[in-house]
């Protein structure tokens, strides 16, 4: 399966455990595991991947991913060998793995602001653009400018108004075309205030969320006119416990790996918390986790 895959500035593994790379820590093995360290390497990979008929998928942190327990009989390509910033005044082009949490970080420290909300999200550029990530009030669509993206080989641009964003969305969700990088327009500002504001969102986080276990984020999309955390807990489900995960005693919306939980658990736990919340309230929580099998 390897013979025909590119190896120049790639890492190439097989029977890679996926729960390695998996936020919440769960998931069988990928047959072959790619980490590419430059953008043609990508391209090069997918590509290869599509003339020999490889069944393939990209991630970026794998930080709002469930790796199914089988695992994935194909290529899983990880882009968080991507981590080209380039800086032109207060616009800031960043390839798709780069962190989101290290973008903010860098912004703070040049006075820019923007980025302040994605400063302890887990995920990666990619992602972010991809499901228009956001917390505290904002959201990537806020400050995107453009992204660039792979279709048929080809490398495309897409202006902020084609990305069709929507709460926890984008086009992308819709063409599955790759994200190669992402540019934002950023605000200058004092450094320190800038700073200040990204570390009390760091702080309100660590205060409110089950960082302490392996968990895969927000697991329900907020539904309208409620939260999910607040419709859960009010189900009596905080605590509710399937193998080893359980809704969070921290925070409701959230899933986390208590130790030795498998994919399976997870989604039998999503299921059984989405069942009791829909009875109780008529609302059907989606879920804003990805399956991959």
Not at 3 to 30: C, Q, W, Y
Not at 39 to 49: F, G, K, M, Q, S
Not at 52 to 69: E, K, P, T, Y
Request: proline share 3%; with cysteine.
């Amino acid at each position: 399966m390897l013979e025909f895959l590119p190896t120049e500035d790639v890492k190439i593994s097989e029977n890679e455990p996926l729960s390695r790379h998996s936020s919440m820590k769960t998931g069988g093995p990928a047959a072959v595991a790619a980490f590419p360290k430059t953008t043609e390497a990508l391209i090069n990979l997918i590509r290869a991947a599509g003339e020999h008929g490889l069944r393939h998928v990209i991630v970026g942190n794998a930080s709002n991913i469930l790796f199914d327990d089988r695992g994935f009989n194909g290529l899983v390509i990880f882009t968080t060998g991507l981590r080209g910033v380039y800086w032109k005044e207060d616009n800031v082009r960043a390839e798709c793995g780069v962190s989101l949490t290290a973008l903010a970080g860098k912004a703070a420290e040049r006075g820019l602001s923007g980025l302040e909300f994605a400063y302890g999200i887990p995920g990666t550029v990619g992602g972010a653009v991809y499901m228009n990530a956001g917390a505290y009030g904002a959201e990537t669509a806020d400050i995107l400018v453009s992204s660039e993206y792979l279709r048929d080989g080809a490398t495309l641009s897409r202006g902020k108004h084609e990305h069709e964003f929507a709460y926890r969305s984008s086009v992308y969700r819709k063409t599955g075309e790759v994200i190669l990088s992402a540019t934002f327009l950023l605000t200058p500002d004092d450094a320190a205030a800038v700073k200040a504001r990204s570390d009390a969102n760091l702080r309100a986080r660590k205060e409110k969320q089950p960082l302490e276990y392996p968990n895969a984020g927000s697991i329900f999309k907020r539904p309208q006119g409620a939260f999910a955390g607040a419709l859960i807990e009010d189900a009596g489900l905080k605590g509710l416990r399937i193998g080893g995960a359980a809704v969070s005693e921290k925070h409701a919306g959230f899933i986390v790996n208590l130790g030795g939980a498998t994919t399976d658990d997870v989604l039998r736990l999503i299921e059984a918390v989405r069942s009791e919340v829909f009875k109780q309230t008529g609302v059907l929580l989606e879920p804003e986790v990805i399956h991959i099998q």
